[in-house]
C-alpha cells in the first residue's frame, strides 16, 4: 500500500484512478465521461492521503482518496476528513478498502492525538454498511436520534458545502456514479445487516444515484474499536493475526 500526497500524483496516476472508478462503477447516463475526470482529478489534487495498492508493474487493483480539512463547528477547530473513490478490484474486496482505509485513520489519529476527528461522507448500502459497521455507536446521519450536537453540526456543514445551498433536506446527495449490482450472495448478507434496512427507509432514492450523509467521530475508542473488527476479530473459526499498522508515504515523485 503506497500513500502519496494528491498534488504529487502525475495525470497518468490520476487517470489510472478514474479507469479503476469506470471499470468498476457505472455512469449516470447524464455524466459525460471527460466531466466526471475532471471532477475526480479536482477532489484529488486537494487530497492529502491517495491511497493505492499496485501489483509491481504498477497496476491499480484497488485506493481511496482521503481529503482533510479543517473547519470552525460550534466553537471548535475540527479535522474533517472526506472519503472518495473507494474501489477494489473483485479478488481484493471483502474489507480491503476497509482494512488499507483504517491503517490510515491510525496514523492520522496518532499524528492530531487530542484533536477533534471526524469522518463526514456518503455512500450507497454497501460503503454505508461497512462505516456504520466498523464505527457502530460513533456512526450517525441526520435522521439519527442520538447524533451529538458537535457532530450534526459538522455533518450539516458538510452537506451545505457539498450541495451549494443551506437547505440539506434529508441529507441525500446525487453523484457522478449509480450503485451497482453486486452478487447474490453479498446482497443476501448485506440484506440481513440492520443497517441495510435503515439505509433504504432513509434513502429510498438510492437507485437514482442518490447516496445518503453520514458523519463519524473519530475519536480513540472508535479507532480501537475499528482496528478490532478489522485485524484481530476471529472469522469463520480462523485465528486472528497482528496487524501491520505501517504504511508507505511518497511525498515527492
Not at 151 to 166: H, I, Q, S, T
Not at 185 to 198: G, K, P
Amino acid at each position: 500500500m503506497v500513500v502519496t500526497d494528491g498534488s504529487q500524483l502525475d495525470e497518468a496516476e490520476v487517470r489510472q484512478i478514474h479507469a479503476l472508478r469506470l471499470a468498476l462503477m457505472r455512469l449516470r447516463s447524464d455524466v459525460d465521461p471527460d466531466t466526471d475526470y475532471v471532477d475526480v482529478a479536482a477532489f484529488v489534487r486537494k487530497a492529502r492521503y491517495v491511497v493505492r495498492a499496485l501489483t509491481p508493474r504498477g497496476e491499480l487493483r484497488a485506493c481511496f482518496v482521503l481529503r482533510s480539512t479543517e473547519r470552525d463547528i460550534l466553537g471548535r477547530r475540527c479535522i474533517v476528513l472526506l472519503p472518495e473513490f473507494g474501489y477494489a478490484v473483485p479478488n481484493l474486496r471483502g474489507g480491503q478498502v476497509a482494512r488499507m482505509f483504517t491503517r490510515v485513520m491510525f496514523q492520522i489519529r496518532t499524528l492530531n492525538w487530542n484533536r477533534d476527528i471526524f469522518i463526514a461522507g456518503c455512500g450507497y448500502p454497501h460503503s454505508y454498511n461497512t462505516f456504520a459497521t466498523a464505527y457502530d455507536g460513533a456512526f450517525h446521519t441526520l435522521a439519527s436520534k442520538d447524533i451529538p450536537a458537535l457532530d450534526r453540526a459538522v455533518l450539516e456543514d458538510f452537506l451545505r458545502e457539498k450541495l451549494g445551498r443551506d437547505d440539506i433536506g434529508a441529507g441525500l446527495l446525487r453523484v457522478n456514479v449509480l450503485h451497482v449490482e453486486i452478487e447474490p450472495r453479498h446482497l443476501e448478507r448485506l440484506q440481513r445487516s440492520r443497517f441495510y434496512h435503515e439505509y433504504v427507509a432513509q434513502n429510498p432514492r438510492w437507485q437514482d444515484g442518490y447516496t445518503l450523509g453520514f458523519v463519524v467521530r473519530a475519536d480513540w475508542r472508535t479507532l480501537m474499536a475499528s482496528i478490532w473488527l478489522r485485524f484481530f476479530r476471529p472469522k469463520h473459526g480462523e485465528k486472528p493475526n497482528a496487524p501491520s499498522t505501517s504504511v508507505s508515504f511518497r511525498s515527492s515523485k
